[in-house]
């Protein structure tokens, strides 16, 4: 499965961005789907991510703030971010995971800074 996730930039405090991860394989055999996030000097941690049954499941620190969905005609995984904060400032990575294999994109950088 190869991954390919996009939409990284800088915005400014309280703005929004919207990552997309598009996925060789049909997002609909994953088991789970995912973004995660790396920091600089810290390990990499669990964003938002949704099952193929469609629940979801987010980090504390984004709770209210980030969505995550589907869209199964484009086979992306959308993660959409509001109210951005300078801490979510990181590399943000797509996780496809079926059969207890993971699978990972490349990583794009979020920037959060006036």
């Known amino acids: 499965v190869q991954l390919q996730a996009y939409g990284g930039g800088l915005v400014q405090p309280g703005g929004s961005l919207r990552l997309s991860c598009a996925a060789s394989?049909?997002?609909?055999?994953?088991?789970?789907m995912g973004w995660y996030r790396q920091a600089s000097e810290k390990e990499r941690e669990l964003v938002a991510e949704?099952?193929?049954?469609?629940?979801?499941n987010f980090a504390d620190s984004v709770k209210g703030r980030f969505t995550i969905f589907r869209d199964i005609s484009e086979q992306t995984v959308v993660l959409q971010m509001f109210s951005l904060k300078p801490d979510d400032t990181a590399v943000y990575y797509c996780?496809?995971?079926?059969?207890?294999?993971?699978?990972w994109g490349q990583g794009t950088q979020v920037t959060v800074s006036s």
């Open positions: 394989s049909s997002i609909s055999s994953a088991d789970v």
């Open positions: 949704i099952t193929r049954g469609g629940s979801t």
């Open positions: 996780n496809f995971r079926s059969d207890g294999r993971d699978y």
